[in-house]
C-alpha cells in the first residue's frame, strides 16, 4: 500500500537537538560504533542489494524509554509474522541512498505501515548500512525521537498484524532474553516481550544498542528458543 507522505519532497534533517538525557548514550553510540560491531553482514563490495531503511524510534511511555515495533502480517511471503522495525525499501522519490533518501523512506514507511505522524518525529542518527542476506536488503537503520507521540495502528491488515511498543526496560530484563536457535544452525539473540518473539535483524540491532549504549544487564545464553523452517 503505497500513498503520498508528507515527508516526500520536503527536507527531513538530524538534529540532536534539545533531546532527552537518557538518549545521551544511544547519541553515543551512533557517534562511534563501526559496522562489524553491529553486524558480520555487510553490504556486498560491489553495490548489489536492494537499498532499504528502518526506522528505530524511541519514545517516552508510561513505563520510561520504549520502541516502536510493528508485527508483519502472517500471510506475507517474507518474514511473515514477525515483529520487525517499520521500514522498506526506498521509492525513487525518496532520494538518493547516500543523501536523504534512508531518512526520507523510514517516516514515509514508518508512516504507511503505523499511521505515525512524521512531524512528531525527530530524526537524530543514522547507523552504519547493514545486509540481510536471506532477502538481499541493504538497511539503513535510522534513529529517531517521538517528540510529539501520535496515535499508531495498523493501516493495511494485509501488511501489518499489530503495531505496539516495548518498555526498554523488558528488552534489557534477564528474563526476557534468550538465543534463537534456526534449524540452519543460524543462532542470535532473541527478546521474549508483549506476547512476541522478536529475533533476527530486528533483535540483532537491538541487542547491540542496548550493549554499547551499556544499558544491558548480564542474561542466560544458554536459554534457548527454537525456531521453525518457515521462519
Do not use: C
Not at 508528507?6 to 538534529?15: D, E
Not at 540532536?16 to 553510540?29: E, F, H, N, T, Y
Not at 530524526?123 to 532477502?135: A, C, D, H, R, T
Amino acid at each position: 500500500m503505497t500513498h503520498t507522505s508528507r515527508t516526500q519532497g520536503g527536507a527531513v534533517t538530524l538534529s540532536k537537538a534539545g533531546l532527552p538525557a537518557w538518549l545521551d548514550a544511544v547519541v553515543r553510540v551512533v557517534e562511534t560504533v563501526r559496522p562489524l560491531q553491529l553486524s558480520r553482514f555487510l553490504p556486498p563490495e560491489n553495490g548489489a542489494g536492494r537499498q532499504s531503511a528502518v526506522l528505530i524510534l524511541f519514545g517516552d511511555g508510561e513505563r520510561g524509554p520504549e520502541l516502536l515495533l510493528m508485527e508483519r502480517a502472517s500471510s506475507l511471503r517474507s518474514h511473515a509474522g514477525q515483529p520487525s522495525f517499520p521500514g522498506g525499501a526506498l521509492d525513487p522519490e525518496d532520494g538518493a541512498p547516500e543523501g536523504d533518501g534512508p531518512l526520507r523512506a523510514a517516516l514515509r514507511e514508518a508512516e504507511e505501515e503505523t499511521g505515525l505522524d512524521p512531524s512528531g518525529v525527530q530524526l537524530f542518527g543514522v547507523l552504519p548500512k547493514l545486509y540481510i542476506p536471506v532477502s538481499g536488503f541493504v538497511v539503513t537503520p535510522v534513529l529517531g525521537w517521538w517528540r510529539e507521540p501520535s496515535p499508531v495502528g495498523v493501516v493495511d491488515p494485509n501488511e501489518t498484524a499489530r503495531v505496539f511498543t516495548v518498555p526498554v526496560a523488558d528488552l534489557t530484563d534477564p528474563a526476557n532474553r534468550a538465543t534463537a536457535v534456526h534449524p540452519s544452525g543460524h543462532r542470535g539473540p532473541a527478546f521474549l516481550v508483549e506476547s512476541a518473539l522478536v529475533w533476527g535483524f530486528t533483535a540483532g540491532v537491538i541487542d547491540r544498542l542496548l550493549h554499547y549504549a551499556g544499558w544491558e544487564h548480564p542474561w542466560d545464553r544458554e536459554k534457548h528458543v527454537p525456531l521453525d523452517w518457515r521462519s
